[in-house]
């Protein structure tokens, strides 16, 4: 269950997408537990530091005022954060700029399954909510591309950006079976400002899908590999 309330600065998130899922699953008794999605508070922010085993800067990402940044929990023990995910409301769309397991979901010996999953599908139901359609984008590392294609039917429309479209926004929330992850890739978002030509290149195929129903790519920019 979700319940929700409602110059560059780069880094890369390292998640293993494990499931899909709307709850989460112990990685060893196999026992599904329903899961809250809510607004980090600042009382929360405190706990998450690089001292206590985050990778990334959350509080760099929570002093961006259009950003907001959601919190997982299990439902009924909501002080126990399972993951965080930081994104913006775009007017036509929801940009993903971060995400990250806590560090006791990271690796083999993690606790909890579908933590990742579950923050991309809570953001298809948010932007299916704002009336969106359930458009989510986000930028890929240059090696990643192909696994967000498979996993998250999201598409590559040129120099990194991905969509994640409405046709696979509602395939992810209502997928009935958990879809497990091939071992040893981990989800790695690129975080950066967009400038004004990239959100405005990513509305003009939006548009243009909701028009015509056909993904336009952007062609002319160079390309430029991410590692």
């Known amino acids: 269950m979700y319940i929700c309330e409602m110059e560059e600065h780069k880094k890369y998130v390292d998640i293993e997408i494990d499931k899909l899922t709307n709850s989460i699953e112990n990685a060893i008794s196999g026992d599904s537990f329903d899961t809250e999605i809510n607004i980090l508070t600042k009382q929360e922010l405190k706990s998450i530091t690089k001292g206590n085993g985050w990778k990334f800067d959350w509080k760099y990402e929570f002093e961006q005022n259009e950003r907001t940044i959601y919190k997982l929990s299990i439902k009924n023990n909501t002080d126990v954060i399972q993951g965080l995910v930081s994104c913006s409301d775009e007017s036509d769309h929801i940009f993903m700029y971060l995400i990250e397991s806590a ?12 933590v990742p999953g579950n923050l991309v599908a809570f953001l298809c139901k948010e932007s299916w909510d704002r009336g969106y359609e359930g458009f989510v984008s986000f930028l890929s590392k240059t090696k ?21 479209f409405p046709k696979d926004a509602n395939n992810i929330l209502n997928k009935k079976n958990m879809i497990r992850e091939p071992k040893n890739i981990e989800f790695e978002v690129i975080s950066k400002i967009l400038t004004s030509k990239e959100k405005k290149q990513i509305s003009d195929i939006i548009s243009h899908y ?12 160079p390309k430029k590999k991410i590692a």
């Open 103 to 114: 560090p006791f979901n990271i690796g083999k010996n993690k606790v909890y399954i579908g």
């Open 144 to 164: 990643l591309v192909e696994h967000y294609e498979k996993m998250l039917g999201a598409i590559h429309i040129g120099n990194h950006k991905m969509i994640i």
């Open 210 to 221: 909701k028009k015509t129903g056909e993904v336009k790519k952007i062609t002319k920019e």
